[in-house]
């Protein structure tokens, strides 16, 4: 488990592509629970081992992933998540298209397909809509995919998918929204490379950026972008 950030009261890891948040109907080994264990092996804690889930990303996302150790911290990182811009969250996408702009603020209306599990991004509202917005700028570029960095201001079921491919770009591995090819780990080229707060107890800044996963693409815009 590659842990980015912890304290008394927070911890952050690295998700890998692939890996699920909380429990759900398919049985498989949640980040919560083993967080649980690995906390309770670790400070060789008796009994129940408390860690909250603070925010979720698709299970094929990587990146930061923040869950609380405290009920204290959890309740008001929860408040901080609900407010705007009192936790900022920043991702990068590998895309097949460049954008018309090297920079744009995205405004959508999402409606969620629960039987799809999918989320379709409209121009003009429609009924059971929710407003969407995200701001993307191009970063880097490839001889064959374009990276993009997204700020989102608010934070809808697939958003960052949904409205990148309204606007033509597909993030790579990405089926559900358009890109032709899975990726070999069933994951996308989607990865939350980092989160800003004030810590809700220390009252000090929080910097928390993870590195992307290891591969071809990943590496060579890791070596555009450091260059």
Not at 119 to 141: G, M, V, W
Request: glycine share 4%; net charge positive.
């Amino acid at each position: 488990m590659d842990i980015l950030y912890e304290d008394n009261h927070i911890i952050a890891v690295n998700k890998k592509c692939g890996e699920l948040v909380q429990g759900d109907n398919t049985g498989d080994d949640p980040l919560n629970e083993q967080l649980k264990r690995f906390l309770k092996e670790k400070y060789n804690k008796p009994g129940n081992v408390f860690c909250g889930v603070i925010h979720r990303i698709d299970r094929p996302t990587s990146g930061v992933l923040l869950f609380a150790k405290t009920s204290k911290a959890l309740t008001r990182l929860n408040k901080m998540l609900s407010e705007k811009d009192e936790i900022k969250k920043n991702y990068w996408a590998v895309v097949d298209k460049l954008p018309e702009k090297q920079s744009d603020t995205l405004n959508h209306f999402l409606v969620r397909d629960a039987k799809q599990n999918k989320s379709f991004a409209f121009d003009r509202d429609q009924e059971n809509a929710k407003p969407a917005s995200l701001t993307y700028t191009h970063i880097a570029s490839s001889d064959r995919y374009h990276l993009l960095e997204i700020e989102l201001h608010t934070g809808r079921h697939h958003q960052i998918r949904a409205q990148l491919a309204k606007i033509g770009c597909h993030i790579k591995g990405d089926l559900k929204y358009g890109f032709p090819r899975s990726n070999k780990d069933a994951g996308i080229h989607l990865h939350a490379r980092k989160v800003e707060f004030i810590h809700p107890v220390k009252k000090e800044p929080v910097l928390i950026v993870a590195p992307p996963p290891s591969d071809p693409v990943w590496d060579a815009m890791m070596d555009i972008v450091s260059a």
